[in-house]
Antibody, heavy 119, light 107 residues
């Protein structure tokens, strides 16, 4: 079955960077776009962008364009999301999700990675 | 920017039907997806492309659209349905957009 397994929780200082991984299994990794969203404590879902694991092409939400980088390693079926110049309000759970490829829905989600930004 | 409007909360008695709405002027032309998020868990897709139910999702979950409103209906509500529910669309000018979420409380 399709499974997305994310890396563990992180605690970072303001101004640092964080890199979260998302390992896919149970399907062809290069056949589906991978997206990232985040959810601040007690808040809703905020979409950050996507990566095409086949080509490496990316598209980022305007809000994150100057701070986020999404990459992938097809040899290990893993996608990465790096967020730089961290601020306190970047404290959130970050999720990777598989795009179902047809209608823009997200049919599989990682378990989430809590990133805490502290001073 | 594109905004999907959901009611903050819906309360329903066990066995009754919960209806969660998602409003936007142009939603009629879009594919709407619905997600269930139980406390402390990742979201799960419960309705795809406005009306389709993914494999493994109970028939009690259904989606519909009319005019400017998409609706997720949960029939014969159970205690385990208590969760936050989010609608989501792809909008060319705003990319992928989520509604603000609706907390369903089972009385």
């Amino acid at each position: 079955q399709v499974q997305l397994v994310q890396s563990g929780a992180e605690v970072k200082k303001v101004g640092a960077s964080v890199k979260v991984s998302c390992k896919a299994s149970g399907y062809s990794f290069t056949g589906y776009y991978m997206h990232w969203v985040r959810q601040a404590p007690g808040q809703g879902l905020e979409w950050m962008g996507w990566i095409d694991p086949n080509s490496g092409g990316t598209y980022y939400a305007q809000k994150f364009q100057d701070r986020v980088t999404m990459t992938r390693d097809t040899s290990i079926s893993t996608a990465y999301m790096e967020l730089s110049r961290l601020r306190f309000d970047d404290t959130a759970v970050y999720y990777c999700m598989r795009d179902n490829g047809a209608t823009g829905g997200f049919d599989s989600w990682g378990q989430g990675t809590l990133v805490t930004v502290s001073s | 920017s594109y905004v999907l409007t959901q009611p903050p909360s819906v309360s329903v008695a066990p066995g009754q039907t919960a209806r969660i709405t998602c409003e936007e002027n142009n939603i009629g032309s879009k594919s709407v997806h619905w997600y269930q998020q139980r406390p402390g868990q990742a979201p799960v897709l419960v309705v795809n492309d406005s009306t389709d139910r993914p494999s493994g999702i109970p028939e009690r979950f259904s989606g519909s659209k009319s005019g400017n409103t998409a609706t997720l209906s949960i029939s014969r509500v159970e205690a385990g349905d208590e969760a936050d529910y989010y609608c989501q669309v792809w909008e060319s000018s705003s990319d992928y957009v989520f509604g603000s979420g609706t907390k369903v409380t089972v009385l």
